[in-house]
């Protein structure tokens, strides 16, 4: 499985299950693991990096009251 990055890189993943009608795709921090990616949780922040390039960051939704 491939797939895009909002920085415009590719992460090619091997050996994953896809559900094409899902609307959002989850990927297990294992898996990415697997092939050199380092994940960083911090509170609400969330960022995945393969050396010094960011892949992917982001930040949880907290419900509003």
Do not use: C, E, Q
């Amino acid at each position: 499985m491939t797939v895009n990055l909002f920085n415009g890189s590719t992460l090619n993943l091997k050996d994953v299950r896809h559900v094409p009608k899902l609307k959002r795709n989850w990927i297990f921090v294992g898996r990415l693991v697997d092939v050199g990616v380092k994940n960083t949780f911090d509170g609400n922040l969330g960022k995945i990096t393969k050396g010094a390039m960011i892949m992917s960051y982001g930040k949880k939704k907290v419900p509003s009251t």
